[in-house]
């Protein structure tokens, strides 16, 4: 049987309980139990199609139709150390740092959920929900006190429990990672993005000017027309330089992983 090697536990000699840097990982760390596999999930990376996947694999669910099931029990199928440890399969799917932001941005600011008044919290509610544009978004993530306070911004290399997967997938080619997916891990995996409505896949994408600047009012109007401003169109020179210094760890596992030709810039 093959060794795994967490990666958290050896940094710190503090009981694992209390080891919080595994303890978050791990948190996150799913069985998927008929193919003992385990599943690191990350936000924004494909996470709800795979948590309805699990759940159905898992006979928890039977059909996409109780989707909404998912939302209360993201720590149901939690793995624990023996799990963890003793593992047939491992993956994770990552993605483009830029991507992911930009995704967080248009689905939970834009959409003025709970996470959108969670950060307005946070910013000591200087300014409302609604006028935080993409720019003011970037700029106060990126500080250290918060761009781990929310789980759809923390950097993704917070979620890797193992210091090695059995298999990284990119989101940005995961029509090819599906059937990898399927065939290891003996799950099918079932589309959930109509259902949850988070992506922007099904809208026409504008690059027609840049919209850093532009409020959450008038792209949640384009929204709902059909339309949505482009991923790439949201940066500037300003704002990639800060993200690519902010989750410098995330691209460099990116890169080392997939190369660059499907990072955003």
């Known amino acids: 049987m093959k060794t795994r090697q967490l990666k958290y536990p050896a940094a710190s000699y503090v009981n694992l309980s209390k080891n919080q840097p595994h303890q978050f990982a791990q948190e996150h760390a799913l069985r998927i139990y008929n193919s003992n596999s385990i599943y690191s999930f990350i936000p924004k990376n494909a996470c709800s199609t795979m948590r309805v996947s699990l759940a159905i694999a898992n006979g928890c669910i039977a059909t996409t139709a109780?989707?909404?099931?998912?939302?209360?029990?993201?720590?149901?199928?939690?793995?624990?150390?023996?799990?963890?440890?003793?593992?047939?399969?491992?993956?994770?799917?990552?993605?483009?740092?830029?991507?992911?932001?930009?995704?967080?941005?248009?689905?939970?600011?834009?959409?003025?959920?709970?996470?959108?008044?969670?950060?307005?919290?946070?910013?000591?509610?200087?300014?409302?929900?609604?006028?935080?544009?993409?720019?003011?978004?970037?700029?106060?993530?990126?500080?250290?006190?918060?761009?781990?306070?929310?789980?759809?911004?923390?950097?993704?290399?917070?979620?890797?429990?193992?210091?090695?997967?059995?298999?990284?997938?990119?989101?940005?080619?995961?029509?090819?990672?599906?059937?990898?997916?399927?065939?290891?891990?003996?799950?099918?995996?079932?589309?959930?993005?109509?259902?949850?409505?988070?992506?922007?896949?099904?809208?026409?994408?504008?690059?027609?000017?840049?919209?850093?600047?532009v409020l959450p009012g008038e792209i949640k109007a384009l929204k709902a027309a059909g339309q949505t401003p482009a991923p790439a169109s949201l940066y500037d020179d300003e704002l990639i330089a800060i993200v690519k210094k902010s989750y410098k760890k995330d691209m460099e596992l990116y890169k080392r992983l997939f190369g660059d030709k499907d990072l955003m810039f």
Not at 67 to 73: K, L, Q, R, V
Not at 79 to 106: E, G, K, N
Not at 163 to 191: C, P, Q, W
Request: neutral net charge; glycine residues 2%.
């Open 66 to 213: 109780d989707f909404n099931w998912i939302h209360d029990n993201n720590g149901t199928f939690r793995a624990d150390l023996a799990s963890l440890a003793l593992a047939d399969y491992t993956f994770v799917i990552l993605r483009c740092p830029y991507a992911r932001l930009a995704s967080a941005y248009l689905d939970k600011i834009v959409g003025l959920t709970t996470e959108a008044w969670a950060l307005h919290d946070t910013m000591k509610r200087k300014l409302p929900p609604d006028a935080i544009t993409f720019r003011l978004f970037i700029k106060t993530i990126t500080q250290t006190e918060h761009l781990r306070t929310n789980i759809h911004w923390q950097p993704q290399m917070d979620f890797l429990v193992y210091k090695e997967y059995d298999d990284y997938f990119n989101l940005e080619n995961f029509s090819t990672a599906t059937a990898v997916i399927e065939k290891k891990a003996r799950i099918k995996i079932a589309d959930a993005r109509t259902l949850t409505q988070h992506g922007t896949d099904r809208l026409l994408h504008l690059s027609d000017k840049h919209y850093a600047d």
